[in-house]
């Protein structure tokens, strides 16, 4: 049986995908401003997933297979094009902060496609009112008439913001259904670098290379285009490939609670974003129905019982 690591690198790891996770929110943010939003999106994603494709198969590890491809290709169409591309779009508009409470109800819409459509969890007392609270939660936050002396929230970011995490949960469930490489890390970067080249075609089509110029771009957009590549999915990816080997899903999983307040709390302080009375009660909310969703045992119908597994753990490439 393999040692288990010294403390300090377990406590490392969690450091990284707590703080590094959290602060690629603002990363974006500030990249959007000077980057189109598809184009930063395909440049992060396809020089991460060629770096880690190239790093995989030095180190041995088999190239998928056509189907492999196929199935990398579908969730790199769910997780890159639609999820981060809606993400990106919406920081041009959302601050940062709010952009990471609203993707923190992705265990929500994970609950209720396991309810009403995959019947793999029965609707408790406890899972109705972590529902309610977390969709108050997102209410509060978008709701124009609510806003408690805050600037509304752009109403086309926030609904892209709410399709981004809905599609994250749809691919969440289906990573389990589809053929993928065995090895996790050819798997992110086999669906990291189809959803690379597919934004890439998206940023064609969307008119974006046209009014670009490089030589407009500041080096804090660079500097933020390389800490999402490297830190946010590259090393953040790593950390957490790595502690899933020795720690639980549920503990790794943590992640999603503190992300949102790392993001809330720089956009405050280095982005200079807002934080009112809206936005505190949105994210305790939020936070509320994540943590009481993902600490709730799992009632399985015993129908699929391993597809009530799919809300355990994300898909690796999903994390920012």
């Known amino acids: ?18 703080f590094v996770w959290g602060s690629t929110f603002l990363a974006i943010r500030v990249g959007v401003h000077e980057v189109p939003p598809f184009l930063l999106a395909a440049l992060r994603f396809f020089a991460a997933g060629l770096a880690l494709y190239g790093w ?11 189907r492999e491809w196929a199935g990398a290709f579908f969730l790199g169409t769910l997780i890159f094009v639609i999820d981060y591309g809606c993400v990106f779009w919406a920081e041009q508009r ?3 902060g709010i952009a990471a409470v609203v993707l923190a109800t992705i265990p929500v819409f994970i609950t209720l496609l396991e309810i009403t459509f995959l019947r793999t969890q029965r609707l408790t007392v406890r899972l109705c009112l972590a529902l309610i609270v977390g969709i108050c939660g997102v209410a509060v936050l978008v709701n124009h008439s609510f806003s408690l002396g805050e600037v509304p929230i752009n109403r086309p970011g926030a609904i892209a913001l709410l399709v981004a995490a809905f599609t994250w949960s749809v691919a ?5 259904r589809l053929p993928l490489p065995a090895s996790k890390p050819m798997s992110a970067a086999a669906q990291m670098l189809t959803g690379g ?17 490089v ?52 956009g405050y302080f ?14 305790l909310l939020v936070l509320v129905s994540v943590i009481t969703i ?9 129908i699929h019982e391993k597809d009530a597994e799919a809300g355990a753990e994300l898909n690796p490439a999903e994390a920012d």
């Open 172 to 176: 969440t469930i289906l990573t389990r």
């Open 56 to 66: 995989m198969r030095l180190k041995g590890t088999p190239a998928p297979s056509r």
């Open 197 to 213: 080249v597919q934004l890439f075609v998206l940023t064609a089509l969307s008119g974006e290379f046209a009014g670009f110029r």
């Open 94 to 96: 959302v601050p940062s």
């Open 215 to 266: 030589q407009a771009v500041s080096w804090n957009a660079w500097f933020a285009l390389l800490y999402l590549i490297i830190a946010g999915s590259i090393v953040g990816f790593t950390a957490y490939v790595w502690l899933l080997h020795y720690e639980s899903p549920t503990k790794v999983g943590t992640y999603a609670y503190v992300n949102p307040v790392v993001a809330v709390i720089l």
């Open 294 to 302: 993902t600490t709730t045992p799992k009632a399985v119908t015993g």
């Open 1 to 18: 049986m393999e040692p288990r690591p010294p403390s300090w690198k377990i406590l490392l790891a969690f450091a990284i995908i707590y």
């Open 270 to 283: 280095l982005g200079g974003e807002a934080v009112g009375l809206r936005t505190l009660l949105g994210t």
